[in-house]
């Protein structure tokens, strides 16, 4: 009850910060346990995952990429969709808040061991646009502590919470490294909690290169995955984290992203 209630406190905070889309649950989730892998620290390399370390031979400059991420957690929810996502052989980025981190260090270990890319979103959701330096450095840094210490994976890069974000943030954004990655599609999923409305906003909305934001908190959100990730694989999609979208296209950190262009990053 503990942990269902620190869970609740936490919806009620970040309500009003999504995205969103629908669709029905068609396909199973897998009850198989997820196996977790020896912790790789910082595998293969930041500067790779960054897109720093490729040159002409990126993935997605030969085929059709979508960056699915998920915000917010994780929580029960999440280990549903790790399940939906290896049915389809999908790689997702988990942008997640240290809060949560802590509640359900469980849950990161199996996203890092699904092959997923784990981002910061901040300790407690807050606008970091309207805190001090100290403040935004300490949101950024307890949750990368977190991440590291409960899973050993190193998180590259920053999705401000509201996608807010302002001069100071960048700069400290840039005093850690991290380039912050907004999103191109937001299907509205923390506030339209339709599974179907969700899924077809995705679907319609999404073009190559792109990164798309939901939520793994909402019930309604994961239930729309499977018809989204059949949708998108059916014109030709693959679904890669967001470091592996923009392979070959070096991030500046500090700077804003919202998704790969035939010619770069934008
Ligand atoms: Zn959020």
């Given at each position: 009850m503990k942990r269902l209630g620190a869970a609740l406190v936490l919806l009620a905070v970040v309500s009003g910060c999504g995205d969103g889309t629908g669709a029905d649950t068609t396909v199973a989730a897998p009850e198989a346990p997820v196996a977790v892998r020896p912790m790789v620290f910082n595998e293969p390399d930041p500067d790779a995952r960054r897109?720093?370390?490729?040159?002409?031979?990126?993935y997605c400059a030969r085929v059709k990429c979508v960056a699915l991420t998920f915000d917010d957690g994780p929580m029960e929810d999440t280990e549903r969709l790790l399940g939906m996502l290896a049915q389809y052989n999908a790689k997702a980025t988990f942008f997640v808040v240290g809060r949560m981190v802590e509640e359900f260090p469980d849950l990161v270990r199996k996203e890092v061991a699904g092959g997923h890319e784990i981002a910061n979103h901040s300790w407690s959701h807050?606008?970091?646009?309207?805190?001090?330096d100290a403040g935004v450095r300490a949101e950024i840094q307890k949750t990368q502590d977190a991440i590291v210490r409960h899973s050993g994976y190193r998180s590259v890069l920053l999705r401000p919470p509201y996608g807010s974000s302002n001069a100071r943030v960048a700069a400290v954004a840039r005093s850690f490294g991290l380039p912050e990655i907004i999103w191109a599609?937001?299907?509205?999923d923390w506030r339209d909690r339709s599974s179907s409305l969700v899924a077809r906003r995705v679907l319609s909305g999404t073009g190559n290169g792109d990164v798309v934001l939901m939520h793994d908190i909402h019930r309604t959100t994961v239930d729309a995955v499977p018809r989204i990730l059949e949708g998108l694989a059916a014109k030709g999609y693959r679904f890669v984290t967001v470091s592996k979208l923009f392979e070959g296209t070096p991030l500046t950190p500090g700077e804003q992203y919202r998704g790969r262009t035939a010619t770069g990053a934008r």
């Open positions: 897109g720093l370390g490729s040159s002409g031979t990126a807050a606008n970091l646009a309207g805190l001090s599609v937001d299907p509205l």
